[in-house]
């Protein structure tokens, strides 16, 4: 995201907000978070982990919350989802670690390479969301659908600001999956867009 981002602001400036898709309740708990992770993960590959590979895993738990200060470090973000429902709890160090071990159970490259260990956990997830995401959308779509307007509700005041904006939400809320996801809600507003999938590609017929 970094890279991307830095080639957008260096064309257009910064941008007049930032918007991700968790609740404020994050900005309390994130830190800590990570840091469980980070207590726990020398057991990553069961003899140890590498620190740099430890602390870049630790920076993927709940990434669309501050990625974007890589580019833009005094940019505070606006919450997307709405104190009532939050996702900041489900943000879990002893989970997102046992995960990991999972997913790197048949990894047999260099442990040390964080290039090497992200790209193969990133493979992993996109397989999951194509196998598996997509497949249960159906069952939560009306949940989906309420944060969406939500979403757009939160943002009312910042869409009127001149300038450019940046939304971080999940693929699935980027894209063409039907009239009411949160692109779309914007597009019928009105709203230019330019959509940038980062980690995840939908199907070609919704991206």
């Not at 580019?71 to 670690?97: C, T």
């Not at 699935?172 to 709203?191: I, K, P, Q």
Request: glycine share 6%; net charge neutral; aromatic share 8%.
């Amino acid at each position: 995201m970094t890279s991307w981002l830095k080639v957008l602001v260096n064309a257009h400036g910064e941008p007049a907000f930032v918007a991700v898709e968790m609740d404020v309740g994050i900005r309390h708990l994130l830190n800590a978070k990570r840091e469980t992770f980070r207590n726990v993960a020398a057991g990553l590959f069961g003899t140890g982990g590498d620190a740099a590979v430890i602390d870049a895993l630790a920076k993927t738990m709940a990434w669309e919350v501050d990625a974007h200060r890589g580019v833009l470090p005094n940019k505070d973000p606006v919450y997307l989802d709405h104190p009532d429902r939050p996702r900041s709890g489900a943000i879990n160090g002893i989970a997102s670690f046992n995960s990991f071990r999972a997913e790197l159970a048949d990894f047999n490259e260099d442990r040390s390479s964080v290039i090497e260990v992200t790209t193969h956990l990133s493979n992993k997830a996109q397989t999951r969301a194509t196998t598996a995401a997509i497949p249960h959308y159906p069952a939560i779509r009306d949940e989906q659908k309420a944060r969406e307007r939500d979403f757009l509700s939160n943002i009312r005041r910042e869409l009127r600001m001149p300038g450019w904006g940046l939304l971080v939400v999940g693929a699935l809320h980027a894209s063409r999956y039907d009239n009411d996801t949160f692109r779309m809600l914007l597009d019928r507003e009105g709203h230019f867009i330019t959509v940038k999938y980062l980690t995840w590609q939908p199907p070609a017929n919704i991206a």
